[in-house]
């Protein structure tokens, strides 16, 4: 890696690869692949899906690297990118799914269970625990999930909210209310299962 | 302050997100309200089971990433290789090609017209905004005349 490159602003670079120095393209990117990356990975739950998504994230930034205003910085402008490119895939994915919450948790109740006892752990899920949790989230609206996501995994604060979502700050803050008190129900099936 | 109104604002708690004073309050609420710290604990324990933090991509993984984009996006309009850039591009090249013309335009005339010809196309002699030296050295202007075979009239 170019230690100069490493270096200079994300502002620098864009004004680069604009002036048609392509290349200066590939700073910018691997610079914000991690979190672009692990966006697509949380929202997907899969990752390979999460990296084709993420490489049309960064095709797309670059076709439109010109309307980047500057008024956020670019790790937000290509989360609202990420975002939406993460949402058309849920949202094509949430029309497929059929089964009820009661079958669901019938299936899969011990696993459920299992992981909402285990306390945090650094370590990564094994893989039948992370498609477990992959399919229980894509049972949550693409747009909570999404807010869950960015606010929970991410660690955006509501200002960064507002510009990844480009929505109103009572915008956020009712979305986050709706999200979490849906993401309870989870638990309420979860229960439930338990007590029949 | 009400439950139903602190209720309403436990999910900003949660995130860090009220003012101080607003958040004094619902702190004490919610240290008494069984209901509200239930659904804190529940949104605890949920966020850890399902909403853990995704394992960083190595750098290898990045720089496979990196190449992969960038063998994807289109390729540059290539610059084309202009005669104008060819001529801006080389400082030289202008005067030379400029002197090998008129040796060749000087070459097609009658011997008659050869040394007035080489006279009036001097101020041709233009590269890079500057006046080159042909018309005004008689030094240069004898070379030319010797390479195209025109006896120098300044001699």
Request: proline residues 5%; glycine residues 4%; aromatic residues 6%.
């Amino acid at each position: 890696m170019d230690s100069k490159k490493a270096e200079t602003s994300d502002a620098d670079l864009i004004e680069s690869v604009l002036s048609g120095r392509q290349e200066d393209y590939a700073e910018l990117v691997r610079r914000h692949h991690p979190r672009v990356f692990g966006l697509c990975v949380s929202m997907l739950g899969d990752r390979a899906q999460a990296e084709d998504a993420a490489q049309d994230v960064f095709l797309k930034a670059y076709r439109r690297l010109s309307d980047f205003r500057g008024d956020a910085a670019l790790s937000t402008w290509l989360y609202r990118v990420a975002a939406n490119r993460c949402l058309d895939l849920l949202r094509s994915a949430a029309r497929r799914r059929e089964e009820s919450w009661e079958a669901f948790v019938e299936r899969e109740g011990d696993g459920l269970r299992r992981l909402l006892a285990e306390p945090a752990s650094a370590a990564p899920l094994v893989s039948e625990e992370a498609d477990l949790v992959r399919r229980t989230l894509a049972r949550l609206p693409p747009d909570y999930r999404l807010i869950l996501t960015l606010r929970e995994v991410e660690g955006l604060d509501y200002a960064e909210l507002t510009k990844a979502l480009d929505c109103s700050m009572d915008s956020v803050k009712a979305k986050l209310r709706r999200a979490r008190q849906r993401f309870r129900e989870i638990l309420g099936h979860i229960e439930s299962s338990k007590n029949v | 302050m009400n439950h139903e109104q602190s209720r309403s604002e436990l999910s900003e708690l949660r995130d860090g997100e009220l003012p101080e004073s607003r958040r004094a309050a619902l702190s004490r609420h919610a240290a008494e309200c069984s209901s509200c710290r239930a659904e804190l604990a529940d949104w605890e324990r949920l966020t850890r089971a399902f909403l853990r933090p995704v394992p960083a991509p190595t750098s290898v993984e990045t720089e496979r990433f990196v190449n992969s984009v960038m063998a994807r996006l289109p390729q540059p309009e290539t610059e084309r290789l202009s005669l104008w850039a060819l001529l801006t591009g080389t400082p030289l090249l202008t005067p030379a090609l400029g002197l090998a013309s008129v040796a060749l335009v000087l070459s097609f005339l009658p011997l008659g017209f050869r040394a007035s010809a080489a006279t009036a196309v001097a101020p041709l002699f233009v590269a890079d905004g500057q006046e080159i030296a042909l018309a005004s050295a008689p030094a240069a202007r004898a070379g030319v005349s010797e390479a195209v075979g025109v006896p120098d009239e300044s001699r």
